[in-house]
């Protein structure tokens, strides 16, 4: 694999910048600047120049630590999402692992991680940081993780978050195209502080406690932090909530699962010739079989199957997924003299989350679609006890086709109780470094160098499942099951109850799963001035970075043997480094001291050398001109990439189960294709069986990078005319335009949108990898990774702060942040357009035209309060197949109008100064407990767990904080 995309504008840029270094070999020019040498240089994240100038040239929202404790929350990730210019991503009110399977991106289920999208472009391309150093991407062993799992951080030891909403990729390296997240933890601390918070829903359930541990010491050339911090959240069922209480609200079982504690059969009868669909009646252990009736008049043990007996798996999900997050942290700094310092820190944070699906079912026959041939082709004997129906039930594709007699049977063995899936977690990093400065004639330079080592380690054990193996010998020949030990005749015929625990002991498994993530880097850097000119200095900072990334993904031997009953995947490993360096410049054209006026033009450059063959330069151009002391303009334009990960590359195929609606079910809801269909393969009245069909995802070693061009452009007015006056303090305004164009996007065509343009044109572009039972189900649908064609996305983000003058009643601050987004357009290779925009919801993601965060806080001496307003503006998706239910709100147009919504969060706070210095703080989210609007196209649980705020969504809080 070899990408190389180089422009005239970049060749250009590339000289340019590395002439521009020249003139540090002979840099002994006299400098303006005079006085001792500091080590305390500003350091700004979207810059890598130490300089005062560099405050502002770039769009950064910082989170400081007032503001995490003010929101209540307990997770960074949590923190993150919250942002206005943050997209859709995985966070613990995602019930993911038996849900889903594999998504198509090599990067497995993500289960329990908390993770960082901005501009909704997606987690893998948000580059995260600690105090400037990469940070490790995550493993829930079920794949090889792509973001960052934000949960690995313990909120103990931030002292603050830096996010970059602007492309970085020529000052970070590969996945910073859509931004950066800077995560700077505490070092000037003195003392011992210790936090607890208790938290609660308002239904009762939900709990959250949290206990924080922070002390550090300073000496006049040492200093000191140590960092414990214990999480723990409490499950909440969905099924202790109306909304989430049933597959699609609103539908009752009609979007149930066809795979039930009775079991439903459909079989064609041997003897007649009749095709029936049928399930036990209710409460009869050992049905009667009459072959003599047809059709569903029955006086036997069996009726027709009806969506009444669909199964309501929803029952078992959960809404709000349990975890405990125990982290410690560890820093030292020491001064070795006044232009040389090293540091050391070490990091371990164990997390323990669990995931709960309904009892996993079991599907057999070719209409199962499961892709396992030990289910789809299987051979039921006729001979087995508990066989009802007297002959045998035939799925072989070595049997001729007109004698097989089995379509499909969905058994859901409730008697070996829910699917559980428990993650453990464990993050370590070390690392250390150097930093100092030197003088060059009369000029002053930082260095620093930096080694750093972080693995992530994850091990799933899995309850629950099944071993489809063992399940098609324990249904096959009872002499054959004789001869194997421990097998005992299994009976999927009779309804709940009915599987004893000595058939359930032979086929249940406990299933051990393990990824894992390393990441090993080494980096150098440099900065200060070059020359004067007469607006000022040229500083520069240029730098080196080596990186070795490592991932593997290990599911256990029965999953890799091909005998596990659920979501199948096989092995994945793989490893490549990377070198780098940069260089940036900022180059002051002109300066009035008295007007408070300056113009800077920036010019970055960096260039990787990938081992899997990949060589790139990533040019940046920005300008920063402050028109008066009270008014900034800047503006910034980046070429940007990202290389496939190793999940992308290497990543082996897997199943993804999609919740899809397959266009040539009956009713047609598009009957003009009915021709379309019958050329499918698709018999007349065919009834798409499940709402889930199982897609085959996977990585590609052909893929290529990823590029993107990224724009930003505005202004922050801070008006004097304000400042100090009897209406305000300080006024903040900033506005940000900003624009990313990515082509070779890495990611799969939407499934849907492959399944529909399938049957709309019959174009083996989109059929390929579609394959269908001669009953007419999808038993074979490939959905791998491809270089998309293109996403294109922009918008403007305001901001306003205001600080109002300090009042005998105290002080009044506000301030208002809000994302606008305009244009989000996704392309496939083939010009076929995806169906995510401005305003719609698509496969539990949103992308709303308007977010906005509105805080207001007030403080008077010890007392402190804030109220939050965070606003989502109205979306629209599909109805799709719910577009006959009341729920769809305008089946006319087949919409569904998810109405925009409003939460309040508000706190109030006390410091007790003469008790130790004792704060105690009570709070409420979304005190007004607002339910999130129905999503009907959502896998679970019937909202947006990436938008909103779970239904029965108030929670109360109280945090006390004591500082020695």
């Not at 540090?24 to 350091?43: H, P, Y």
């Not at 700004?44 to 929101?71: M, N, Y």
């Not at 997390?351 to 309904?358: G, T, W």
């Amino acid at each position: 694999m070899k990408s190389n995309r180089t422009s005239r504008l970049s060749l250009a840029v590339r000289s340019a910048l590395l002439l521009a270094a020249l003139p540090l070999a002979a840099s002994a020019q006299e400098s303006s600047e005079e006085g001792v040498t500091t080590l305390d240089r500003i350091e700004v994240t979207g810059t890598r120049i130490r300089t005062a100038e560099a405050e502002g040239l770039v769009p950064v929202q910082r989170i400081t630590r007032a503001d995490i404790d003010r929101s209540g929350l307990t997770s960074v990730g949590d923190l993150i999402q919250s942002l206005t210019g943050s997209g859709s991503a995985l966070n613990t009110k995602f019930n993911s692992s038996g849900n889903f399977g594999f998504p198509p991106d090599g990067s497995g289920v993500g289960a329990g991680s908390a993770q960082a999208d901005l501009r909704h472009l997606g987690a893998k391309r948000v580059l995260v940081l600690v105090d400037g150093i990469r940070w490790v991407n995550e493993a829930s062993a079920s794949g090889v993780g792509a973001a960052t799992d934000l949960n690995t951080i313990p909120l103990a030891i931030i002292d603050r978050i830096e996010v970059l909403e602007d492309g970085a990729s020529s000052l970070y390296g590969s996945d910073a195209i859509a931004g950066v997240v800077n995560i700077i933890t505490r070092k000037d601390f003195d003392g011992i502080k210790i936090n607890a918070q208790y938290g609660e829903y308002g239904e009762g359930d939900g709990a959250t406690s949290s206990i924080d541990f922070a002390w550090g010491k300073s000496t006049d050339r040492a200093n000191f932090f140590v960092g414990i911090s214990h999480t723990d959240q409490d499950l909440i069922y969905a099924r202790d909530r109306q909304q989430s209480a049933f597959p699609v609200p609103g539908t009752g079982l009609a979007f149930g699962s066809s795979g039930t504690p009775t079991g439903r059969f459909i079989i064609t009868d041997p003897n007649t010739g009749e095709t029936i669909d049928v399930t036990p009646n209710t409460g009869v252990t050992s049905p009667v079989y009459d072959p003599t009736q047809v059709g569903c008049v029955r006086t036997d043990d069996y009726h027709c199957f009806t969506t009444a007996d669909r199964f309501n798996f929803s029952q078992y999900n959960l809404l709000l997924t349990p975890s405990k997050r125990t982290g410690v942290f560890g820093q030292a700094r020491f001064e070795f003299s006044d232009a040389v310092s090293g540091y050391a820190k070490v990091l371990f944070n164990r997390r323990e989350s669990n995931n709960q699906a309904a009892p996993e079912p079991i599907f057999l026959g070719p209409e199962a679609g499961t892709g396992n041939p030990l289910a789809d082709n299987i051979f039921i004997s006729g001979l087995n006890p508990f066989n009802p129906f007297g002959f045998d039930l035939d799925g072989r594709l070595t049997t001729p086709e007109a004698d097989r007699n089995l379509i499909l049977i969905g058994r859901r063995p409730v008697e070996g109780g829910p699917r559980i899936f428990e993650q453990e977690v464990d993050t370590w990093y070390v690392g250390a470094g150097l930093e100092g400065v030197f003088d060059a004639g009369s000029r002053s330079y930082y260095w620093d160098a930096n080694v750093a080592f972080s693995d992530n380690q994850a091990d799933q054990t899995n309850y629950g499942s099944y071993d489809i193996r063992n399940i098609a010998l324990a249904l096959g020949d009872p002499a054959a099951c004789a001869a194997v030990a421990g097998c005992t005749p299994l009976n999927i015929f009779g309804g709940p109850g009915t599987i004893t625990p000595e058939m359930l002991a032979f086929i249940s498994p406990i299933v051990r799963d393990e990824s894992q993530n390393k990441l090993a880097l080494v980096t150098a850097n440099l900065s200060g001035s070059l020359f004067e000119m007469p607006a000022g200095s040229v500083d520069f900072a240029t730098g080196f970075e080596h990186r070795r990334l490592k991932g593997s993904y290990q599911p256990d031997p029965l999953t890799v043997a091909g005998f596990y009953n659920g979501v199948p995947s096989l092995p994945t490993s793989g490893k490549y480094d990377v070198s780098e360096i940069y260089l940036e410049v900022n180059v002051p054209l002109f300066a009035n001291e008295d007007k408070g006026s300056r113009f800077d033009l920036t010019l970055a450059g960096r260039y990787s050398d990938y081992s899997t063959g990949i060589s790139q330069f990533t040019p940046k151009y920005g300008m920063r001109w402050q028109v008066a002391e009270e008014l900034v303009l800047r503006a910034s334009f980046a070429e940007g990439f990202r290389a496939p990960s190793i999940g992308e590359l290497f990543g082996s195929a897997s199943r993804f189960d999609a919740q899809l609606d397959d266009p040539c079910t009956t009713p047609l809801l598009n009957p003009s294709l009915a021709g379309n269909c019958a050329a499918l393969g698709v018999p007349n009245n065919y009834v798409q069986p499940n709402p889930q069909i199982s897609v085959t995802t996977g990585g590609n070693d052909q893929l290529e990078p990823e590029f993107a061009d990224s724009f930003t452009a505005g202004f922050v007015w801070s008006p004097s005319f304000l400042e100090d006056s009897s209406v305000a303090e300080r006024v903040d305004i900033e506005f940000t335009w900003y624009s990313h164009d990515i082509e070779g996007a890495i990611q799969a065509i939407d499934a849907q949108t492959q399944l529909d343009l399938c049957v709309q044109t019959l174009d083996p572009l989109y059929c390929s990898g579609i394959t269908r039972a001669s009953t007419g189900g999808i038993n074979g649908f490939a959905n791998r990774l491809s270089n998309l064609g293109s996403i294109k996305t922009n918008g403007w983000d305001v901001d306003v702060s205001w600080a109002f003058p300090m009042q005998d009643w105290g002080q009044l601050k506000m301030a208002w942040r809000n994302t606008f987004v305009g244009k989000y357009e996704a392309v496939g290779a083939a010009g076929q357009p995806q169906p995510q925009g401005p305003g719609r919801e698509v496969v539990d993601s949103a992308i709303p035209d308007w977010t906005s965060n509105f805080v207001t806080e007030w403080a008077n001496g010890p007392w402190s309060a804030s109220w939050t307003l965070r606003h989502i503006s109205e979306l629209r998706e599909s109805c799709g197949r719910v577009i006959s239910f009341s729920v769809c709100s305008d089946p006319a147009t087949d919409t569904n109008v998810l109405d925009a919504i409003t939460y309040s969060d508000v706190q109030l706070g006390y410091q007790f100064e003469e008790m130790a210095n004792l704060r105690l703080t009570f709070g409420a989210n979304n005190v007004f407990d607002k339910d999130p609007p129905i999503c009907v196209s959502c896998s679970l649980n019937g909202y947006d767990a990436s938008t909103y705020d779970i239904p029965g969504g108030r929670f109360f809080y109280l945090r006390a904080e004591v500082s020695f």
